[in-house]
């Protein structure tokens, strides 16, 4: 009857508190979804403040600072979990203005590219970390494409963001026009070697969007605060054409990030869409002015499956159909679409020239 004594079972009890905390972590189901690891935070922490450091060091205000022989370029930056299925077709679309753009690719670590890069791809793909949906690592990738970008070449002047399911909907040369003649404001400054333009950034920010409460307490009823009060959070597209003075300032962003990086609670992980939420969020907070409030990536949310938007299948593509994609009611169409499955490309190589590339 040695285990019946008083001493016996307090001491038991005392040592099952530890072991307790050790095992409940395993054994109980996580209330989180999960978090960004450690390593992949400091590595782009580290990242970010050299970014900084020599943005600041070419005047710290994010804008074009570049010779004037030197014109302004396009960053294309491809986030991708596969196979860039399409870029037969984005070569067709570059040929001829290799001085005007620059290509980068985050390529998911776990995904299995099968097809050799083209020309315009090949060598373009930046150390990228793992990503997944309702986390925060969205977030991460799309930053570490503008910090790889912003680095790589001071004359990126706007920074595209899409994906391996993106289709260009225009000509090169009309897409660089539409997106360069737009200036938010007057130049901030001239010089005999130096000019910086203030041009908008084109992303989607939207407020008062059904379910936005949901989603503003996807991480906890009063995670984001105090930070971010229910009326500054806002939604927009995932997918974007920033100036380069606003990729800078989400490259340098902390106070935002603390509270966006946070796990969105298990419970909640149909309202867990933060990369629709940090960028339109963060512009809204600081330029709302320098910003158009809509993007130019169109994407067809009639018949959306689990969160996904419709993939359009090689039947439907027509010249109808890239005529009615480009439509828009903001000043101008639309530059891009999404979402296109691979088996789409020679349907709309055959259309390229007659009608995607003929203004």
């Not at 079972?9 to 978090?35: D, N």
């Not at 037969?88 to 985050?106: K, Q, S």
């Not at 969105?264 to 629709?276: A, G, M, Q, V």
């Not at 009639?302 to 027509?318: K, M, N, Q």
């Amino acid at each position: 009857m040695i285990f019946s004594s008083p001493f016996v079972i307090s001491f038991l009890l005392l040592v099952s508190v530890p072991v307790l905390f050790v095992l409940a972590p395993r054994i109980l189901p996580p209330k989180t979804l999960p978090s960004i690891p450690d390593r992949d935070e400091m590595d782009d922490l580290a990242l970010f403040r050299r970014t900084t450091l020599a943005s600041s060091g070419a005047g710290g205000s994010g804008g074009i600072r570049r010779r004037t022989a030197a014109p302004p370029k396009i960053a294309f930056m491809f986030l991708t979990n596969s196979d860039l299925s399409f870029a037969p077709l984005w070569e067709r679309f570059f040929r001829g203005h290799e001085r005007l753009f620059n290509v980068y690719v985050h390529a998911d670590p776990s995904s299995r590219l099968r097809l050799v890069p083209t020309p315009s791809f090949s060598g373009r793909f930046i150390p990228a970390k793992a990503t997944q949906r309702a986390s925060p690592t969205l977030i991460s990738a799309a930053r570490r494409l503008l910090a790889a970008a912003l680095l790589d070449d001071p004359a990126n002047a706007f920074f595209a963001l899409l994906s391996q399911h993106c289709v260009p909907l225009h000509s090169f040369r009309f897409t660089y026009d539409a997106v360069l003649a737009d200036s938010g404001a007057p130049p901030a400054a001239h010089g005999d070697a130096v000019l910086r333009h203030r041009y908008r950034s084109f992303i989607e920010i939207l407020a008062g969007e059904p379910g936005l409460w949901d989603r503003y307490i996807a991480r906890g009823d009063n995670a984001m605060l105090p930070e971010v009060s229910f009326d500054q959070f806002r939604v927009g597209s995932q997918f974007f054409i920033l100036a380069r003075r606003h990729a800078t300032m989400v490259v340098r962003d902390r106070r935002l990030w603390k509270k966006f990086k946070m796990p969105c609670l298990k419970s909640r992980e149909d309202s867990c869409y933060p990369e629709e939420h940090y960028f339109p969020t963060l512009l809204e907070m600081q330029d709302p002015e320098g910003c158009s409030h809509y993007t130019l990536t169109r994407v067809n949310w009639t018949d959306s499956v689990g969160g996904h938007p419709h993939a359009y299948r090689p039947l439907e593509i027509s010249s109808d159909l890239i005529k009615e994609l480009r439509r828009s009611n903001s000043t101008y169409s639309y530059l891009f679409a999404r979402k296109f499955s691979p088996d789409c490309l020679d349907p709309l190589v055959e259309l390229a020239d007659s009608v995607i590339f003929r203004d």
